[in-house]
């Protein structure tokens, strides 16, 4: 992996010398398994690739977030430090002018863990080759590309199907894929509704080729995704943030942060909550309305989570609409939250099955329909 990693920073670096760059970009959200999906895939594709000698190629993994935001994925700075990678081998999304390569005709985009890509890059989707994804396939059915679109619990477990006939992966890579699906399904554990078949079948085959602690590494990695203490309240909002798609100018902007490690009642209570919660809208593309989800584990990371939902914002017309539309969903089962708040509306979450894969394509139609 770190030969690989130095041959990739050598590559971002060096642009000019590559007729080809094949750029390996995960979800704007670039949670672990984005990660983890960009960087093996990666690995398999450059290793493919070599097969077919041709013009010059490259093959990058890009984290799509700017290098300082690396730090707020508490989980994944603990998973590649325990199994031995140095971040400084990664390359960020402002590590590496994907505009440049687009201009001159020489970037082919595999996307991983998403399908659509976020609105500031919506424009590239031009340059997409291959899809590799587990959530809903909300790509345009005009543009042919090659995709393996699948509902599993993590993309990770799509990765693994692929390389494990191929024997690629070895210990190090095994282990990130096995720490990626365990986090997803929540150590696949059928009361969370994450996991599928496949996931608790891909588990099963890496383990047997290289056995791991499971519960130990999922409770650790649990542990530290979810330790949020010292993260402000525009950390906690931008550390999982996805923008949903605009295809034009007169669609309302909408976001959805995922919260994780802090019940939403914590969340609300903290100083200026709301001014910050407004300062980041604005930030975030000027958003009329941000959805927020929590998770959080209140009875220990063995058992089931607990949910909750609260939709803010400064478009107040919006904001009850789209809350009108998730509460009349049978997906969500939302009942209203005891505490009341007069900026945001907030709801515990009775199906915690439904997580953002739900409630994304959920705020999409809403928008369509409108």
Known sequence: MEDFLQRTKYCSSSLEEFQEVYVVLGNEACDLDSMV????????F??????????????IPVFNIPRQDFCLRTEAVFLFARFHIEP???????DIDLQMLLDTKRLKLVLVDHNVLAQAQKHMDVAVIEILDHHKDLWPTHMKVTKTIELVGSCSTLVAEKLLPLDILDSQMSNLLLG??????????????????????IVKRLQD??????DELYIALSQAKF????????????????????????IPAVGISAVSGLSMGKFFSRNHVQQHILEYCQMASSLDVLVIMFVHFPEGYNEPPQRQIAVCGPCEELKRKITKYLKASEELQLKEFNVFHQDCFLYDQENITATRKVVFPLVIDFLQSQ
Not at 46 to 59: D, E, H, I, R
Not at 209 to 214: D, E, I, M, N, V
């Open 88 to 94: 400084r081998l990664f390359t960020f999304i402002d």
């Open 209 to 214: 080729r290289y056995p791991l602690a499971l």
């Open 227 to 250: 330790d949020v203490s010292g993260l402000s309240t525009q950390d906690l909002l931008r550390k999982d943030y996805k923008a949903l798609p605009k295809n034009d100018r007169e």
């Open 180 to 201: 990626t699906i365990l986090l997803d399904t929540i150590n696949l554990d059928p009361r969370a509704g994450r996991s599928t078949d496949k996931d608790k079948v």
């Open 46 to 59: 450059s290793k493919t690739l070599s097969n077919f000698p041709g013009k010059p190629a490259a093959v």
């Open 37 to 44: 999906s960009s960087l093996i895939y990666a690995l398999s």
